[in-house]
């Protein structure tokens, strides 16, 4: 991608990313921001009360009464981003898929980073780790990812990518790469196992965020007869009845069990579950995601 097109989108994406850059700092992330060092932001009149080893001097000398530093402590949120690659995210019954989502989110949460001068690193994905980046500071860092980000987004056959999905690996890396507690923002259809112990792991050191990909042929599918199915992960072929209403209702079940059971993994090991679809518009959901963070 040449750095016309790549400076094209990051613009594209700008306004888009500030709103999210402004509820991670003021929504109950807000906890997650580490204090760098101090910086001096002034003095003030003494108050009862106050360290009297903070009394400036100089100044109370001039004014003929006490006067107290300020500082301020800088502060950074270390965000990290993962994002599913795998075959079956290539999915999508209307305009994008779950990957394209993923994506679209991952540059959104990688622009807002920047904007709080925070460090972003990411992991991507498929049935092993393709891309993996400690997370760091700074505009050439952003340009990095969103290029990254945009390679993914140009697979076109499912079939170029491995089976398998590297979810439980990726999350391990994930701990390894963390030398301290940061955001974590998962992107991933979540179809895959063994990735809860990783997972429960992650979240004893870090606020961690599950983003479910969904679609809407995960309740519903078109009444077009009895058709042919492929499983994207393991190329298993099937016969469906779409039209017998039987079928219809046993398939959204299906899907409302497993997402019900995997809210309720995220919960117990310390995860936020979040559920986005392939319908709704990311940037809205994003930022209504952190401004109801912020009111709970």
């Not at 891309?131 to 056959?157: D, H, V, W, Y």
């Not at 179809?191 to 809407?216: E, M, N, S, Y």
């Not at 072929?237 to 017998?244: A, E, I, Q």
């Amino acid at each position: 991608m040449d750095q016309n097109s790549l400076a094209k989108r990051a613009s594209l994406l700008h306004l888009s990313s500030l709103a999210l850059a402004d509820g991670m700092r003021s929504g109950s992330f807000k906890s997650l921001y580490r204090g760098q060092g101090v910086e001096f932001s002034g003095v003030r009149e003494y108050l009862r009360g106050d360290d009297v080893r903070a009394i400036d001097w100089n100044v109370t000398a001039r004014m003929g009464k006490p006067f107290v530093q300020m500082f301020e402590e800088e502060r950074e949120l270390c965000v990290f981003i993962l994002v599913d690659a795998s075959r079956s995210m290539c999915t999508g019954s209307g305009k994008k898929s779950r990957l394209s989502v993923a994506l679209e989110c991952a540059s959104l949460l990688s622009l807002a980073a920047e904007h709080n001068s925070s460090p972003v690193g990411a992991v991507v994905f498929d049935a092993g780790v393709q891309f993996s980046c400690a997370p760091k500071a700074g505009k050439n860092q952003t340009l990095m990812l969103l290029s990254r980000f945009e390679n993914f987004s140009e697979i076109k056959n499912e079939e170029d990518i491995p089976a398998g999905s590297a979810l439980d690996a990726a999350l391990q890396g994930a701990a390894k790469l963390l030398k301290k507690r940061s955001l974590v923002m998962i992107f991933s259809d979540f179809r895959t196992a063994g990735w809860i112990t990783p997972f429960a792991r992650l979240c004893q050191k870090h606020d961690v965020v599950a983003v479910r990909i969904t679609d809407p042929s995960d309740t519903r599918l078109p009444e077009v007869g009895t058709i042919p199915f492929v499983d994207s992960e393991t190329g298993q072929r099937t016969m469906l009845p779409t039209s017998v209403p039987a079928f219809s209702r046993a398939w959204s079940e299906s899907n409302q069990h497993h997402v019900e059971q995997w809210q309720k993994d995220c919960l117990r090991h310390g995860g936020v579950p979040f559920l986005l679809s392939t319908e709704q518009d990311a940037t809205a959901e994003l930022t209504h995601f952190f401004a109801s963070r912020e009111l709970r």
